[in-house]
């Protein structure tokens, strides 16, 4: 039993009148739609249901009770007018405001009833968050108010039925949490005569109760003076500073009332906070007089700051900026205004950026560019409530001497609207790791700085700028010590393997199947490896190095040669020593991996000296440092379970039921350094009544000297809590939690199939190498116990065995002694269970208050043994032929269990899969220029091989597949890199994804949008003659070449990017020649070249005239080339088409796949002349004109070698260029240089466009007056004839 001196710090020796008055009771009678009840001695209401769950004293209630005698009750009336003392059993669950012998026929009324009504949930929030300051962001949802008006006693006489008393119970609950309020007005009497009372003063006898009882004669809570004379001025007490009123909250196992103290621990709230800082702390604990001024430490760090009082038993801190996680102790002092100053002390826990709760979300997240970008925010969180504007702050890590990183921070915008919850913001350049913090305005200046934040994220590069960091990466990483790949423990080969080993490895908060996609908890999932579907990591840091595994969305183990998945990392996520937690990690192996093989995977071209350097595919160097995922010799660790009632699987497979009742060895080492113990409870089913079976409830484990004690067990409210060292842990902040020796995580599941009342935990022992993942429902506690330590075998003992692989001795007892394998169930529990019974001395359990060791061991129960021979048709249908389902639905009668054990043993068979070896091969071997392309290393997978675009293969690869561990035959081949000289490389496309997006090709983007128009017509030997039209523009920045392929044999029309260029030629030549003449208008900044190079045969003379505005530049350069063409070879001008013809046909391709064994020879000749004019008020404008002759001859070769191909060509090109930098290049100066060429052009656009609609109209006259000449000539016998079939034209002339 528990009690308070409420009278010890909160007592005002003051008369009733400046207590509560009627204004300060929760609004009751007719006029507030209250229900009276009856005038009656003794009484109770009918049961009243609720509209929600109302929690008390860890049990969840839908119904209440309200008493006459001043209790409510919730399991059975309560008619019993002598108040007897607490703790009382026999279901006497109740809140006692006041419990005496009231008698309503000699006066006053019993009022109640249940209300959401706003005002008063916003009342009974203030009251709440004010009492409990713990408790700052309680929401009430419920409210029930019993009132008692005016109440008189039982066998009152004369002056004694005058006397009566005012008093009130408010409880309040949002679902989870539980509060009960006392009002008391007035109160004048105490006893009733049937207890002894006098009838005319109602004191004396055995006086009223004020309390709370949970009904199970262990657990309850009493206000002192209880059931003495005192207890007629409680109007005048008070646990909260105001006479009259008093606070609990009830929803534990044990009642905690509101106030404050002068000494003690300090309570500090949310207990656990990101290492960002920026946190809204609420402490209690210490009674803050007005003017008094409160310091705040974190030990350790150098900063004090102040804290800001709110009440008399709250103060408001805000957290610092960490750079380590963990614990660390809080120091407050408090100086109060006469200059006595007191300490107080308490604990935080500092969660890692990658495991904290982010509350600020970026939108389209996928990739963030240098830009304008949106963010949203919750506006109702502490950190910024008590402000109407917020400011927008981007923070970014800087690289310091030794490897050091150190935040740095610019605003990004001031004075935005809180209540908005979202804004724009232009992402500036100013470094690669960032993160967005949303910051309450103005601050405090003697206040750490107040603010949520979004994750850490990379900023998105261009290409170029990615290959530069990624190169001077690379650069540093050979002067690192390389990665000790060969000592690292290897991945799991299949996703089942991945969540069995909760061992070796945990869920990688930035990628894993439990994520959910909350908007204020985790802006995205998989954001830094698009291809995966789940990843994991390394629990121990171990060398402080880590692995990092992903699996996609067909379960296999991702190779990030082809797809973005994992690699080594040279430091663990979780911090080390001089390795700041997260933080190293993402800089130094996130960033770099984003850098070389996503951001840069196009390649770039760089322009210098006029002749361009092509940029490689740099991704496998990365994979040279961070070698890649790899499951070779891995071996999974060894799973057991226990679930329903309880059926357990040892570690070696042996399967028994044992369902006794207590607390036993469930596992422990023979050194005694590690233990777990079980605790099996009586099956209780709906009804309350008590069943012949038992079920799993808690489990509590230890590795000594590494870890604290770690308890999962069943909670009636919240389905279960995990408890490390007798505290609950929290997970509103955080899903994970690191703790010396010990990792604990909380699955939320994303099935919305899923019972949401069901929880799932993770609890791994990191050191030893023991896990245990617990699958929590309202009844029952199931267990998947997992082994990963080869070096335990043998030296296990308890219900699970000795993980040896041999099943046959794993019933051995605690003294040693070894059951046969076949023995009954009945002489498994006589001989072999009950022989590991906890004593009290070795328990690692909690125990709520009232309950103790002996209360969970009943030595005498006998359970049910066998399955009864005629089940039921219901238990046939759900469980079919699993005897363990159909068990517990016959023994418990819960078809809810049954199917349960269903589930779970569905569950345990999957991971009994998963722990078998699996056969696989060695990794694919890594070649220059290609590579394998396999979906998994697994006996039967097939591998086939490509060489990247840009090379070429020498040799020839064979199709291999993975057979007996070993793969066949690689064949004998090699990459080339296709030799180019003033070429564009086009480097691979490394990943492809459906998550992909566009990536701008340079900070800003400009394009030069020009037209071209060539026509030509060829005549060959089946007297056909095709017309070819193209029209092409030019996107003059680019890091990615796009060139499209189209091929045709009559008439092709092609877009593609090129220069300013209007060109138009016409042909009229004999079968196998051609001559063509061309006027070409182009823009400012144009380069004539003339190469040679190996071209298709067709036999061509072509007279070109240009016209070039001012500064040109003349080129002339030799190719040649006897390789194949491919896509990369590319005039100079990024996507100039390439046309080539073979006999019969004629055809229009861009990625022509042989040549024709022709041969060309062309000559030309040009002369230019230039006319300068200048006009006032512009600038000097100049006109060259160049006329180009070209006569090109063509031989045909009937050999079928290409090898053997000879073409020369000599020919004139013009293009139109702007020289783009390199990643250094001035952004303002690139806008600059657009604006000046962009007006440059503008007219000769505009001037392109008037020509070509005047052409139009031209060449629609001349079309109609050619065919009316066409009639014409049909009938003329000595001739020419031209007839026309759609839009190609035939030309005949017979007397030619």
Known sequence: MRSILVAEYFAFVVGPALGLSLNDLYPFGDQAGDTAMNKNDDGSSPDIPISTLFPFFNHQHTKLIVNTNGVISFLRPVGTYTPNPFPIANDARMIAPFWADIDTRNGGTVWYRETTNDTLLDRA?????????????????????????????????????????????????????????????????????????????????????????????????????????????????????????????????????????????????????????????????????????????????????????????????ITPMFLYTGDVIVQVVIEDQQGDRKTFLGRYTIINPADSK??????????????????????????????????????????????????????????????????????????????????????????????????????????????????????????????????????????????????????????????????????????????????????????????????????????SRLKEGGSLQRYHYLGGSRIYPYLTNFYFDVLPFLHCCRYSRNGYNVVTGGNIVVAENICPRFFTHRKYSSCENYEPPRPARTNGDPHITTLDGYSYTFNGVGEFVYLKTTDGIFQSQIRFEQFRKENGDLVDASVCTAIATQHTNTSGVVEVRLNSIRTADILVDGEVIDFDESNAHQFPGAFVLQIASNDSNINSTKKEFIVSFTEIGIAFKAIASSKVLNILPIVGNKSLAGSLRGLLGDFDENPNNDLQTDSGRILYPNSSTEQIFDDFGVSWRITENSSLFTYEPGKSYDDYQLRSFRPAFSVPTNLPPEVVDLCGTDQECAFDYAVTDSADLAAETLQITVIFNTSVEASYEIKNCANLPSVVGGVWNASSTLEGSNATFSCYPGYEMDGESNIVSCRNNSWGDFGNFSCVQINTSSTLEVTPTLFTTEKETSIPTTSFLKEIITTTTMEATTTIEDDLTTTVTTTSETEEISTTTDIPTTSTSQTSTTSLPTTSTTQTSTTSLPTTSTTQTSTTSLPPTSTSQTSTTSLPTTSTTQTSTTSIPPTSTTQTSTMTSTKQWTTAEISKSTDQPTIFTTEKTSTTTYKPTALTTQSTTAKQTTSTTEETTTTPNQPKSSTKSTTTTQTISTTEDTSTEPAHQATTLTTNVSTGSVTHQTSTLNIKETLRQFDEQFNKILPYVIGGIVVIIVLSVVVGILFLRRSVQLKKMKNNPSGTYTHTDGFTFYSHETNK
């Not at 019993?146 to 066998?155: E, M």
């Not at 963030?368 to 917020?390: C, M, N, T, Y």
């Not at 060969?486 to 089942?496: E, F, G, K, N, S």
């Open 125 to 317: 929030t203030d009251e709440v968050r004010a009492y409990f300051p713990g408790f700052f962001r309680f929401r009430a949802s419920w409210v029930f108010i019993a009132t008692w008006d005016r109440v008189a006693f039982f066998g009152c006489a004369s002056g004694g039925c005058f006397k009566n008393n005012m008093f009130q119970a408010v409880l309040i609950t949002n679902g989870q949490h539980s509060f009960t309020i006392y009002n008391y007005e007035d109160i004048q009497w105490t006893t009733g005569t049937a207890s002894g009372g006098d009838s005319t003063t109602g004191l004396g006898g055995t006086p009223a109760q004020v309390g709370f009882n949970a009904g199970d004669g262990i657990v309850s809570f009493t206000v002192n003076s209880s059931r003495s004379p005192d207890i007629v001025k409680v109007d005048e007490d008070s646990n909260v500073d105001i006479p009259g009123k008093f606070a609990f909250r009830i929803d534990a196992s044990d009642i905690s009332d509101g106030g404050c103290n002068t000494e003690g621990r300090l309570t500090i709230t949310p207990r656990y906070g990101p290492m960002l800082g920026g946190q809204y702390l609420v402490i209690s604990g210490p009674c803050i007089e007005p003017g008094a001024t409160i310091e705040l430490n974190f030990l350790g760090l150098p900063d004090k700051k102040n804290c800001e009082r709110k009440t008399e038993f709250s103060m408001a801190c």
């Open 358 to 559: 982010h509350r600020v979300y970026r939108h389209s997240a996928s990739d963030w560019f240098s830009g304008r970008q949106q963010i949203s925010w919750d506006p109702d969180v502490a950190e910024l409530k008590d402000d109407e504007k917020v400011d927008i702050h981007l923070f970014y890590l800087k690289e310091e001497g030794n490897r050091g990183l150190k935040w740095q921070k610019e605003i990004l915008k001031q004075g935005v609207q809180r209540l908005l919850g979202t804004t724009e913001l232009f992402l500036p350049t100013s470094g690669y790791a960032l993160a967005v913090r949303v910051t309450a305005s103005p601050q405090r200046n003697d206040q750490f700085e107040r603010g949520i934040w979004s994750d850490i994220f990379p900023l998105a590069l261009p290409s170029d700028q990615a290959y530069s960091l990624c190169k001077n990466w690379l650069n540093t990483e050979v002067q690192l010590p390389p990665l000790p790949s060969d000592d690292v423990q290897p991945c799991p080969c299949t996703l089942d393997q991945a969540l069995l080993d909760i061992v070796r490895f945990q869920p990688d908060p930035d990628c894993n199947m439990f994520n959910r996609n909350s908007q204020f908890s985790r802006t995205g999932n998989c954001l830094h490896r698009r291809d995966a579907a789940h990843c994991i990591r390394l629990t121990d840091l171990g060398q402080q190095m880590d692995n990092l595994c992903c699996y996609d969305s067909s379960n296999n183990l991702i190779d």
